[in-house]
């Protein structure tokens, strides 16, 4: 039995006690939630995963992607990236590696974390197909499930699958004016496919299928927005919509067939339009838990896109959003190094926290009320627990060190609070 099924009979899961707890919601309010759909709690049957909601009225919540490849391959680095990504507040991470150790990376990413873990098993079945049968485009139906089946097996708890790419919605990308047509690898794996092998995406015409083996195991679904926009020029066109569309249908599907599933987002997103494409998710998608790229709000900011991303990120999440992937500095130009881990998921949790705040969150608004006391009171310490990255707000006050404790060098003896309290 699927937490979805138990939750539709009315049975609250341990995971959605567990959730209900650390989220101060009532339990069948949370349960309901789970049975309609709207929230999603990302834990395979085979793994002893930290129970985590995603979706209507819970905090915003925070994804790591990580991951190898075939230019830059260390699994412990991948396990240092993991580690520090939990320490500073990841929700989740996706393994995204497609290096030769893949597997080696996914297992030790796993044994040395509790969060929920989600995948791409495409990269797995277009890894194995080029090694074997020269390319990625020779990968059959069978590669495919095969990957699918095995990560399900191990214990991944989400996995990403392009199951809205079709034979028609790459045609509506060929007839496009896009500038930088499929950029999702997982989408190009299969557009690729499609265009090759002139025959339908597998993940689409068998579904059912895929839905057997979510089921089976428990897994979560997140289905890939594989026509994601690229730019900001991209942003809202025919191809973008026409898949969310399918996802719509998908989603309808999966949730008749007892399997959790949430949907994954642009991408690319000038800031006038970040709006729109969260209602537009959440009318056609049904409530689905909306998991979004950014949205990244200019093309202009490499290196800085943790920025870029934080600023849609948290416009997604005021208007809809339920789980933020994070951008490194490192977006566009480089494999992420640790510092660009700790960057990206300090510059999502900010955004997270503003949408919260706006959203009226009370955990949220308590830890807004519990910082401003710590700062009237000057209570150094406290600030530091309560900051997003304690280690870099000690270090600048220590960086011009003053013999007062309630004054800093900003201000120093004209400090505004001490001050009036002075003068009271």
């Known amino acids: 039995m699927t937490q979805l099924y138990q939750a539709g009979q009315g049975q609250p899961t341990d995971e959605i006690r567990k959730v209900a707890e650390y989220e101060g919601i009532d339990v069948q309010k949370l349960t309901r939630r789970v049975a309609k759909g709207h929230v999603v709690i990302p834990s395979n049957k085979n793994r002893n995963t930290k129970p985590c909601g995603v979706g209507k009225g819970l905090r915003t919540k925070i994804n790591a992607n990580l991951g190898s490849s075939p230019e830059l391959e260390n699994v412990q680095l991948e396990v240092k990236k993991a580690k520090i990504a939990a320490e500073y507040g990841a929700d989740a991470l996706m393994d995204l590696s497609t290096g030769p150790k893949f597997r080696q990376v996914r297992q030790a990413i796993m044994e040395s974390t509790d969060i929920p873990l989600g995948t791409v098993p495409i990269y797995q079945a277009g890894i194995t197909a080029s090694d074997a049968k020269k390319a990625v485009v020779n ?52 557009t690729a496919w499609i265009l090759h092998n002139q025959e339908e995406n597998p993940l689409y015409q068998n579904y059912d299928y895929l839905l057997e083996i979510a089921r089976e195991h428990d897994v979560t679904l997140s289905l890939g927005d594989g026509l994601r926009p690229g730019c900001l020029a991209d942003a ?61 709000v200019t093309d202009l900011a490499p290196g800085y896109d943790h ?3 934080a600023i849609g990120g948290a416009l997604a999440a005021r208007s809809g959003a339920d789980f933020l992937c994070y951008v490194t500095p490192a977006e566009h130009l480089s494999i992420p190094g640790l510092q660009d881990v700790k960057d990206g998921l300090v510059a999502s949790k900010i955004a997270a926290q503003a949408a919260d705040v706006a959203n009226g969150l009370k955990s ?21 627990q309560l900051a997003f990255d304690p280690e870099k707000a000690r270090k600048c006050r220590e960086r011009r060190p003053t013999a007062e404790s309630d004054m800093c060098t900003m201000c120093g003896e004209f400090c505004a609070l001490r001050m009036v309290r002075d003068n009271i």
């Not at 028609?168 to 499929?182: A, H, I, L, N, P």
């Not at 066109?237 to 998908?250: A, C, K, T």
């Not at 494409?277 to 909306?290: L, R, Y």
Request: with cysteine; net charge negative.
């Open 364 to 384: 949220a608004w308590d830890k807004e009320m519990e910082m401003a006391h710590a700062r009237k009171d000057f209570q150094w310490e406290k600030q530091y």
């Open 139 to 190: 990968m059959d139906e069978d590669d495919m499930f095969r990957a699918i089946e095995e990560q399900a097996r191990e214990g991944v708890d989400f996995m990403t699958v392009h199951s809205g790419i079709t034979l028609d919605t790459v045609e509506k990308v060929k007839k496009s004016e896009r500038v930088m047509g499929v950029v999702s690898r997982g989408g190009a794996f299969l």
């Open 307 to 309: 920025i870029t991303s």
């Open 236 to 296: 809202s066109d025919i191809p973008q919509m026409g898949e969310l569309l399918i996802l719509g249908d998908l989603v309808k599907r999966a949730r008749e067939a007892d399997v959790q599933v949430m949907v994954e987002g642009p991408g690319h997103v000038p800031l006038n339009q970040v709006e729109a494409n969260m209602q537009i998710q959440k009318t056609v998608c049904k409530g689905a838990p909306f998991y979004v790229l950014g949205p990244i």
